[in-house]
């Protein structure tokens, strides 16, 4: 699977801020199930616990769990819901900011009222200040005493080390998707974001060199012209988005155009972006990459290429159509998932990388100290419903936990061989995209309907599992490796001269790897986060109409415009505060790598 290049070496999280939290209805205890068992419960030797000795699963608890990662608000159903409440008598009724419609609301309504949920899951700026808002339970004892978390308790240590008013070393936050890789090591074979195309479409045209995003619109537009459907006669276009990830955290620009930004270089953060050579640039700048990426759609929605549901439909009607093939270029790599498997690839029916020459992408190694997310435990949480929250957190970190929610159902998603790896089924390889039917022992229903929609787990996919020697991800899966070795992965190989898309990128010098730093940065001001809430609202509302723009004039006085606007909501203290954050992060790179 090639291990690759680049450094990581650093401590963690960020902050931001927003105060006090809210409601959440009484506890949690349901009916009781005869017979649910009682196990031993975590007995605290480094630091406080306040556990019980043993843990009572005789009633049915429903878990609040507070989740900026969700997209979908609700009790958790399905065969996910199934395996949770056999094995301890749980539900999770999950609250999710980003499927609400005003998260920033949700947020400050629940912390208002001192009840952000029972599990919680934040961006770090959020964290720290619900920590200090005394938010969040100290478990420091719990984690010494997992089963589970404990191995990772280093990683922890540092993240929590950064904590402001931290010093005890005490332990709220449990990073999200660290890995048991090494803080240097870059597991995949494709980066992050980059453009994707199917490869039967971008074949039968010769597979046209792209020298810039101009060619890849002339390429995406005679895609389009040749296939306006797919074959249930539902419309494509080349590029549909989504509005409903904006303003997330301390980001203040359009998402889908702040993601696209990695293509040249550089990764948004608030006001700034962050160049794979150390340097800065403002998102505002005319030559910058923001800019560019809001051009490319601009172009592209002149063109016709551009969905026109695009600014009004949610994430799932997007993803809906990417399932469908009604959607012709990919940029995340996860997005892959939801249509590519080895008999379609062999096809040639499939999604793969499409070279871009003037591209040189920002791609950060293995998330060894987390990845800017954490999961935490409310402060109300105490005795029985607290060991229960930990127990339950502790076994989404364990194999067993980590392969429900990174491979699926056993025996039905994949097969065990005699030499103890895994193989995906038909079943495993079709059921997220067509969201196949789930056998009744695993509760009926849809099989994505069911899946894990925490979105989120304390170790990513790219770990390996001691259980097989292999990662989690059936990716990198040897079985997985040899299926793919397909017509479309062949062929690929053959006209660009390498094994996979990072080589590709090496040998022609486009990948800037970076160390992937998690470090502690500092909140907004109460003034700050009033001027960061202001020109997100104002960058957000104008990035899209510059989208739709009726010409490139008004594209151009708009963003003009913008800037003035910008100028007299205190853009030029905002940019000021996040280059010094952000110039932390810069020097914890440079550290690294030293």
């Given at each position: 699977?090639?291990?690759?290049?680049t450094?990581?070496?650093?401590?963690?999280?960020?902050?931001m801020?927003?105060?006090?939290l809210s409601?959440?209805?009484?506890?949690?205890?349901?009916?009781?199930?005869?017979?649910?068992?009682?196990?031993?419960?975590?007995?605290?030797?480094?630091?406080?616990?306040?556990?019980?000795?043993?843990?009572?699963?005789?009633d049915?608890?429903?878990?609040?769990?507070?989740d900026?990662?969700a997209?979908?608000?609700?009790?958790?159903?399905?065969?996910?819901?199934k395996?949770?409440?056999?094995?301890?008598?749980?539900?999770l009724?999950?609250?999710?900011?980003?499927?609400?419609?005003?998260?920033?609301?949700?947020?400050q309504?629940?912390t208002?009222?001192?009840?952000l949920?029972d599990?919680?899951?934040l961006?770090?700026?959020?964290?720290?200040?619900?920590?200090?808002?005394?938010l969040i339970?100290?478990?420091?004892?719990?984690v010494?005493?997992?089963?589970n978390?404990?191995?990772?308790?280093?990683?922890?240590?540092?993240?929590n080390?950064?904590?402001?008013?931290?010093?005890e070393?005490?332990?709220?936050?449990?990073?999200?998707?660290?890995?048991?890789?090494s803080?240097?090591t870059?597991?995949?074979?494709?980066?992050?974001?980059?453009?994707?195309?199917?490869?039967?479409?971008?074949?039968?045209?010769?597979s046209?060199?792209?020298?810039?995003?101009?060619?890849?619109?002339?390429?995406?537009?005679?895609?389009?012209?040749?296939?306006?459907?797919?074959?249930?006669?539902?419309?494509?276009?080349?590029?549909?988005?989504?509005a409903?990830?904006?303003?997330?955290?301390?980001?203040?620009?359009?998402?889908?155009?702040?993601q696209?930004?990695?293509?040249?270089?550089?990764e948004?953060?608030?006001?700034?972006?962050?160049?794979?050579?150390?340097?800065?640039k403002?998102?505002?700048?005319?030559?910058?990459a923001?800019?560019?990426?809001?051009?490319?759609?601009?172009?592209?929605?002149?063109?016709?290429?551009?969905?026109?549901?695009?600014?009004?439909?949610?994430?799932?009607?997007?993803?809906?159509?990417?399932?469908?093939?009604?959607?012709?270029?990919?940029?995340?790599?996860?997005q892959?998932?939801?249509?590519?498997?080895?008999d379609?690839?062999?096809?040639?029916n499939?999604?793969?990388y499409?070279?871009?020459?003037?591209m040189?992408?920002?791609?950060?190694?293995?998330?060894?100290?987390g990845?800017?997310?954490?999961?935490?435990?409310?402060?109300?949480?105490?005795?029985?419903?607290?060991?229960r929250?930990?127990?339950?957190l502790?076994?989404?970190?364990?194999?067993?936990?980590?392969?429900?929610?990174?491979?699926?159902?056993?025996?039905?998603?994949?097969?065990?061989g005699?030499?103890?790896?895994?193989?995906?089924?038909?079943?495993?390889?079709y059921g997220?995209?067509?969201?196949?039917?789930?056998?009744?022992?695993?509760?009926?229903?849809?099989f994505?309907?069911?899946?894990?929609?925490?979105n989120?787990?304390?170790?990513?996919?790219?770990?390996?599992?001691?259980?097989?020697?292999?990662t989690?991800?059936?990716?990198?899966?040897?079985?997985?490796?040899?299926?793919?070795?397909?017509?479309m992965?062949?062929?690929?190989g053959?006209?660009?001269?390498?094994?996979?898309?990072?080589?590709?990128?090496?040998?022609?010098?486009q990948?800037?790897?970076?160390?992937?730093?998690?470090?502690?940065?500092?909140?907004?001001?109460?003034?700050?986060?009033?001027?960061?809430?202001?020109?997100?609202?104002?960058?957000?509302?104008?990035?899209?109409?510059?989208?739709?723009a009726?010409?490139?004039?008004k594209?151009?006085s708009?963003?003009?415009?913008?800037?003035?606007?910008?100028n007299?909501?205190?853009?030029?203290?905002?940019?000021?505060?996040?280059?010094?954050k952000?110039?932390k992060?810069?020097?914890?790179?440079?550290?690294?790598?030293?």
């Amino acid at each position: 699977m090639g291990r690759r290049k680049t450094v990581s070496l650093m401590l963690v999280v960020v902050l931001m801020l927003s105060l006090v939290l809210s409601g959440c209805s009484d506890k949690k205890t349901n009916d009781k199930a005869a017979g649910s068992p009682t196990t031993e419960g975590a007995k605290a030797t480094d630091g406080a616990s306040d556990t019980p000795s043993a843990i009572d699963h005789s009633d049915t608890l429903t878990l609040e769990v507070y989740d900026v990662a969700a997209n979908y608000q609700g009790i958790q159903s399905g065969w996910f819901g199934k395996v949770i409440k056999d094995k301890f008598n749980l539900e999770l009724n999950i609250i999710a900011p980003q499927a609400s419609g005003d998260g920033e609301a949700l947020y400050q309504t629940r912390t208002s009222a001192g009840d952000l949920g029972d599990i919680i899951l934040l961006d770090n700026p959020k964290l720290q200040d619900c920590i200090q808002a005394g938010l969040i339970a100290d478990i420091t004892g719990e984690v010494n005493n997992s089963t589970n978390l404990k191995q990772y308790l280093d990683q922890y240590k540092t993240y929590n080390a950064g904590l402001e008013g931290n010093s005890e070393g005490k332990i709220y936050g449990v990073p999200c998707s660290v890995t048991n890789t090494s803080p240097t090591t870059y597991t995949d074979d494709t980066v992050y974001i980059s453009p994707m195309l199917p490869w039967d479409y971008y074949s039968e045209l010769g597979s046209p060199e792209m020298k810039n995003m101009d060619d890849l619109l002339d390429v995406l537009e005679k895609i389009q012209k040749a296939h306006p459907a797919n074959k249930a006669g539902d419309a494509n276009y080349a590029l549909s988005l989504w509005a409903d990830w904006d303003k997330g955290g301390t980001q203040i620009t359009m998402e889908t155009a702040t993601q696209l930004t990695k293509t040249y270089g550089y990764e948004v953060n608030g006001s700034i972006m962050l160049g794979t050579k150390g340097d800065m640039k403002e998102v505002t700048e005319d030559d910058g990459a923001y800019y560019k990426i809001l051009h490319f759609f601009f172009e592209a929605n002149k063109r016709g290429l551009v969905d026109p549901d695009s600014g009004t439909q949610n994430w799932d009607t997007a993803c809906t159509k990417m399932k469908n093939k009604q959607v012709l270029l990919f940029w995340y790599n996860w997005q892959r998932g939801f249509w590519n498997t080895p008999d379609r690839a062999n096809d040639k029916n499939a999604y793969i990388y499409a070279p871009v020459e003037d591209m040189t992408f920002y791609q950060p190694s293995d998330s060894y100290y987390g990845d800017g997310r954490a999961f935490a435990i409310g402060s109300q949480m105490k005795g029985n419903d607290k060991a229960r929250a930990i127990e339950f957190l502790d076994w989404l970190a364990s194999p067993e936990g980590l392969e429900y929610n990174h491979d699926g159902i056993p025996d039905w998603s994949y097969t065990k061989g005699d030499d103890g790896k895994y193989t995906m089924t038909e079943n495993g390889l079709y059921g997220l995209m067509e969201n196949r039917t789930v056998p009744d022992e695993w509760g009926g229903g849809g099989f994505d309907d069911g899946n894990n929609k925490i979105n989120q787990a304390p170790l990513a996919a790219v770990s390996t599992d001691p259980n097989t020697g292999e990662t989690y991800s059936k990716d990198y899966w040897s079985s997985y490796l040899e299926a793919n070795k397909t017509t479309m992965t062949k062929e690929w190989g053959q006209k660009y001269g390498a094994e996979n898309q990072v080589k590709y990128l090496e040998k022609t010098g486009q990948l800037g790897t970076v160390p992937n730093v998690n470090i502690i940065l500092p909140s907004d001001t109460t003034d700050i986060a009033v001027v960061r809430s202001q020109c997100a609202q104002l960058i957000c509302d104008t990035s899209w109409k510059m989208v739709f723009a009726g010409s490139e004039d008004k594209f151009k006085s708009m963003w003009e415009e913008m800037k003035t606007q910008l100028n007299g909501l205190g853009w030029s203290d905002l940019v000021a505060f996040d280059k010094a954050k952000y110039q932390k992060v810069i020097d914890a790179r440079a550290a690294a790598v030293k």
